[in-house]
């Protein structure tokens, strides 16, 4: 009897202590509203996966913390949302890396040409400690980096040839992103690499200002290169990713448990939005090539080759990062499937 009584007693004070948990959990999550800014439009990957986020954190906050969505840039480009966050003014943000550089020279350590060969080594080291060490770089800059989700691998069109080799690069006017590495890399290749803002890419293609550019499947399909294009040569010369990123003054107002709670719901987002953004490019190829654009595969060796000439665009990437950072990549890599 007396044992029976001790063991109900621990088992009401285990269940007290649950409850008197759950209650401390649940005080420990105020009514709050997060807004979260992106570029591209609520039907795009990243709008899909923006969707899935604040849903996500409704649900695991019963409803306390309400997140609303941005799209299409209404609060500003990549870089007007980072200085928003950095001075509170906005919570979070999804944008490319490679604006980030200008505030942590870290992050350009993702814009080194041929770095993954598939989207498995990417999120190994994405997802790893070295993923981790680069977004943690962002929090002196006042921003607090929660997962990375995937742009994707990008290629090249263009009007004149088909890149089949690197000489077919030469005297091809191909517009790139304003950044010095990818200009750098593609005047390696013999391209006369011309920075244009993507606002501007379209007609500039129809114009014939430029013969190429260069992006993901699902932009080329979304943006309709395909009616100003001909050529698409699968190059996978850079991966893209995007980070969510949020405001750390913001953050660090944050109980640890409204903490975890965006930080899951970020994971599941991350996980969703990758998977659906390489279903998309599956379709957006097929899709692309439904339209008439001609496709061609750079063979292994020839991308070797593109490496191997890339390689003073890479060196500026070391010079930046530091030679440090840049081999604990190289090395997490290595342990990386392919």
Partial sequence: ???LFITALAVTTLGSSIAAFSVQAADDVRSRMIRFGYGLNEDSNQ?????LLAEEIAKASDGKLKMRTFASASLGSDDQM???LMGGAQEMMVGSTATLVGIAEEMAVWDTPFLFESEKQADHVLDGPIGQKVMDALQEKGLVGLVYWENGFRNLTNNVRPVEKMEDFNGIKLRVM???VFIDTFKQMGANAVPLPFSELFTALE???VDGQENPYNTILSSKFYEV????SVTNHVYSPWIVTASKRWWDGLSATEQGIIMDAAKKSRDSEREDTRAEAREALAQIEKHGMAINKVSPEEVQRMREQAKPAIQTVIDTVGEPLFNEVQAEIAKAPK
């Fill in 1 to 3: 009897m007396k044992r």
């Fill in 47 to 51: 709008g899909r996966a923006a969707k």
């Fill in 82 to 84: 980072q200085n928003a």
């Fill in 178 to 180: 304003p950044n010095p």
């Fill in 207 to 209: 114009t014939k200002a």
């Fill in 229 to 232: 294009q001909k050529y698409l």
